[in-house]
């Protein structure tokens, strides 16, 4: 059972727009910057975004990240087959003293 | 720019010790950075085990505090994993990445931004 709640999947066309959910509580995304990471399969975990809403350099801007109070939200525009993964947030959890991941959203673009 | 390499045996017997060790290159182990063990079993979710400051300072996962041990060699520049009594649902691919961990006004900055490629270790006699 992890700390955050994903969505197991989510699915759309390419050339679409896909939204994944990540919710936790006050000690976690409340209170702290959220991460998402990128698996394509076969590989390690990639940072995609940091700091709730910011790309390292060579993410494209078709990803964004927001938060609202307890939850955030991984946004994916103009959507590609490459695209297909495994997508997991992340964050600290300040009342366990652990860093902490949501159990991933496996992305199907049809 | 920063490149982590774990290494370590691939097979242990279950009630022995995992050993992996995570070698860093291009960068200071030194940094102003935390270093972090991940591990994600065959058809799961990542599941953070705990990290740890050049100065030896550590943070476990509760779930795992009673059998880890991680450790650094600052002369090496890597750090290191144990874990201790392990079953068959210890059998993961396990990641070491570097983590970027600020505090400000109470509030964490965290994110995990270099990892290595992982390193699979399955628990059977």
């Known amino acids: 059972q992890s700390v955050l709640t994903q969505p197991p999947s989510v699915s759309a066309a390419p050339g679409q727009k896909v939204t994944i959910s990540c919710s936790g509580s006050s000690s976690n995304i409340g209170n702290n910057y959220v991460s998402w990471y990128q698996q394509l399969p076969g590989t390690a975990p990639k940072l995609l975004i940091y700091?709730?809403?910011k790309r390292p350099s060579g993410i494209p801007d078709r990803f964004s990240g927001s938060k609202s109070g307890t939850s955030a939200t991984l946004g994916i525009t103009g959507l590609q087959t490459g695209d297909e993964a495994d997508y997991y947030c992340?964050?600290?959890?300040?009342?366990?003293?652990?860093?902490?991941f949501g159990g991933g959203t496996k992305l199907t673009v049809l | 720019q920063v490149q982590l390499q774990e290494s370590g045996p691939g097979l242990v017997k279950p009630s022995g010790t995992l050993s992996l060790t995570c070698a860093v290159s291009g960068g200071s182990i030194s940094s102003s950075n935390w270093w972090s063990w991940v591990r994600q079993p065959p058809g799961k979710g990542l599941e953070w085990i705990g990290e740890i400051y050049h100065s030896g300072s550590t943070n476990y996962n509760p779930s795992l505090k009673s059998r880890v041990t991680i450790s650094v060699d600052k002369s090496k520049n890597q750090f290191s994993l144990k874990l201790s009594s392990v079953t068959a649902a210890d059998t993961a691919v396990y990641y070491c990445?570097?983590?970027?961990?600020?505090?400000?006004?109470?509030?964490?900055?965290?994110?995990?931004?270099?990892w290595g490629k992982g390193t699979t270790v399955t628990v059977s006699s």
């Open positions: 700091e709730n809403n």
């Open positions: 992340g964050t600290w959890d300040s009342s366990l003293s652990v860093g902490v």
């Open positions: 990445a570097r983590d970027y961990k600020l505090v400000q006004e109470g509030y964490y900055y965290y994110y995990m931004d270099v």
